[in-house]
Nanobody, 127 residues
Framework: QVQVVESGGGLVQAGGSLRLSCTAS????????MAWFRQTPGKERDGVSC????????LYADSVKGRFTISRDNANNTMYLQMSNLKPEDTAMYYC????????????????????WGQGTQVTVSS
């Protein structure tokens, strides 16, 4: 079964850190760029970050630059999002997504370029 599964969410105080993981199965992981999106109830899903197939290139939303770091371990079919200096506005459901049409990151201003989505992991940042 082709799937991606997120983990690592939780409740953290403002200023704290969390590391999210996304583990893929059923696909050739290192052929695909991977991304993180987030969504709060009633709002559109927003792109957070994307990493190319080999980890050589990455994109970040302006709101998380300098605080979040995306990485991947192709040997273990896993992508990570290290989140530091968390703010209450980072509270959201975080989703992992795979881009099937090549190994480079497409725009993350929209989720339409991503083909496979996980179920999400909740991140809640208290003030």
């Amino acid at each position: 079964q082709v799937q991606v599964v997120e983990s690592g969410g939780g409740l953290v105080q403002a200023g704290g850190s969390l590391r999210l993981s996304c583990t893929a199965s059923g696909l050739v992981f290192d052929e695909h760029s991977m991304a993180w999106f987030r969504q709060t109830p009633g709002k559109e899903r927003d792109g957070v970050s994307c990493i190319s197939w080999n980890g050589g290139n990455s994109l970040y939303a302006d709101s998380v630059k300098g605080r979040f770091t995306i990485s991947r371990d192709n040997a273990n079919n896993t992508m990570y999002l290290q989140m530091s200096n968390l703010k209450p506005e980072d509270t959201a459901m975080y989703y992992c997504a795979a881009h099937f049409n090549g190994g480079w990151c497409p725009a993350i201003s929209t989720g339409k370029y991503f083909d496979l989505w996980g179920q999400g992991t909740q991140v809640t940042v208290s003030s």
